[in-house]
């Protein structure tokens, strides 16, 4: 089965720029649908973007739709969240998820990696 790393996350001012990183391994990529989520302090985890079996077809959430944009390099096995306009509500864990069979389910998780967002 697929394991998944998260990295990039980091401590950054608002209006700034991150790229996050889910790199796969134990499987290949492109066998799944891909997502990322996120879970700030004493909320549920919720989607932020999801991305088709081979990157054709994207969805965005309102809260991030015009800053975010997911993307994926089935080759490196690697799936990528350019994050511009950083706001502090955007302040979360953030995970990335696989799924073999719905674009609604996922199976399989990382670890997730911190975002903060100084105002």
């Known amino acids: 089965q697929v394991q998944l790393v998260e990295s990039g996350g980091a401590l950054v001012q608002a209006g700034g720029s991150l790229r996050l990183s889910c790199a796969a391994s134990?499987?290949?990529?492109?066998?799944?649908?891909m997502a990322w989520f996120r879970q700030a302090p004493g909320k549920e985890r919720q989607l932020v973007a999801r991305?088709?079996?081979?990157?054709?077809?994207?969805y965005y959430t309102d809260p991030v739709k015009g800053r975010f944009t997911i993307s994926r390099d089935n080759a490196k096995n690697t799936m990528y969240l350019q994050m511009n306009g950083l706001k502090p509500e955007d302040t979360a864990v953030y995970y990335c998820?696989?799924?073999?069979?719905?674009?609604?389910?996922?199976?399989?998780w990382g670890q997730g990696t911190q975002v903060t967002v100084s105002s």
């Open positions: 991305i088709s079996w081979r990157g054709g077809t994207t």
């Open positions: 998820a696989a799924s073999v069979a719905s674009i609604f389910e996922y199976a399989y």
């Open positions: 134990g499987g290949t990529l492109s066998n799944y649908a």
